[in-house]
């Protein structure tokens, strides 16, 4: 746990890394890593919370770059193919939102379990499926990561259940995951994640309820954007200190997620995390996220909190990294993204007989009713 408090404290203050083998980055001597101060946590019912400063080396803050820059990259890609009309349907982006992904991904092992709501691109990305699957999806193609058959709200990896559409349902089958692993007696946590919009729910506060009741290793995490669709916080909710909402459960507020390495203590009940942060976009592709709030204020935004640029400020002046280095990062990152856009719109759609495919995991094929009696499609798992 204060492991991932650290690391979603440290990808504000960011897969694979390439070899810097160019001869003007191989030339320089760049420090190994950076101590850095962290904005002090706001605590519910905690004693103590997460270090004040933590530690960067070069090796992760280039992998943690390199990840943010992934999924900005590959949500404007997004926004231009459903532009296009290539991409159609819902469509919720997270771009301004990368380094609560990145963060919590670093703070946690593979083999813990997340869960989240319909912004999800991120999470399916840093959760370990590539660009190309998720791009591939979001067209409706046979490469996606659900053969084309999920699109934007519904993907799915190892360990990572989606991507749902229903407002705040994800969080009871949240703490029923974390049911599961103390259940069959794993050390492992769920992280289950919903936006302030859903904060309200009440089936949130019967998780609640639950989750401490059985002492389940769940950590409900509230990804605070500031507007649930078009509504701000102070409009829709009475309090938004949304970390003291568990109130029988701890809670904490993060206010800069940044991240990095640690111990990996596992809670031994739930607690609530709180991650203020912003998303560029408006709530969908539909919403063009003028009409409540201004220009002015989303350019602030960028300007003094956007969580790439901080890393980025934060590697250079501490001799991390060079803008040479993250230039070529930034270069490599966009010729991904293109080389995958290529594939998301050349790969053929499934064909209609596989409609009914993939209903069971593992069961013997069996006939599924179409629109009509006299319709019938195949189901194989």
Request: proline share 5%; hydrophobic share 35%; glycine share 10%.
């Amino acid at each position: 746990m204060r492991k991932m408090l650290a690391a979603v404290s440290r990808v504000l203050s960011g897969a694979s890394q390439k070899p810097a083998s160019r001869v003007l980055v191989a030339s320089r001597n760049f420090a190994n890593d950076a101590t850095f101060e962290i904005k002090k946590c706001d605590l519910h019912r905690l004693e103590e919370g997460p270090p004040v400063t933590t530690v960067l080396t070069r090796e992760d803050g280039l992998k943690y770059y390199r990840m943010m820059q992934t999924v900005r990259r590959m949500e404007l890609k997004a926004d231009q193919l459903y532009k296009q009309k290539i991409i159609r349907g819902f469509c919720h982006l997270c771009d301004g939102q990368e380094a609560c992904c990145v963060g919590l991904e670093a703070g946690i092992n593979p083999t813990d379990h997340l869960i989240t709501a319909y912004r999800a691109h991120g999470f399916t990305f840093t959760r370990g499926l590539s660009v190309r699957e998720i791009l591939a999806e979001l067209t409706g193609r046979k490469g996606g990561c659900a053969k084309g058959k999920g699109g934007s709200m519904h993907m799915y990896a190892k360990n990572f259940y989606g991507g749902n559409g229903i407002v705040g349902a994800q969080v009871p089958l949240g703490a029923g995951i974390a049911l599961a692993c103390k259940y069959n007696g794993k050390d492992e946590v769920c992280l289950t994640l919903y936006g302030d919009g859903a904060a309200n729910q009440g089936q949130i506060f019967e998780a609640y309820n639950m989750a401490a009741l059985w002492k389940l290793p769940c950590i409900f995490i509230c990804e605070n954007n500031r507007y649930g669709m078009g509504t701000s916080v102070e409009r829709a909710a009475a309090s938004t200190d949304y970390y003291k909402r568990g109130d029988f459960i701890p809670g904490l507020r993060v206010r800069t997620p940044v991240v990095g390495p640690g111990p990996r203590p596992r809670p031994r009940g739930p607690i609530l995390m709180e991650l203020q942060t912003y998303r560029y976009h408006g709530h969908s592709m539909s919403d063009p996220g003028v009409s409540y709030r201004t220009r002015e204020e989303i350019q602030e935004v960028r300007s003094k909190s956007d969580p790439i640029m901080l890393l980025k400020d934060r590697m250079v002046n501490s001799n991390l990294a060079s803008v040479e280095e993250l230039k070529e990062i930034d270069v490599e990152v966009r010729k991904e993204i293109e080389d995958a856009a290529q594939f998301a719109t050349a790969d053929p759609e499934p064909p209609l007989e596989e409609l009914g495919y993939h209903i069971y995991s593992s069961d013997p094929p069996f006939e599924v009713r179409g629109a009509n009696q006299w319709i019938k499609f195949k189901s194989v798992s």
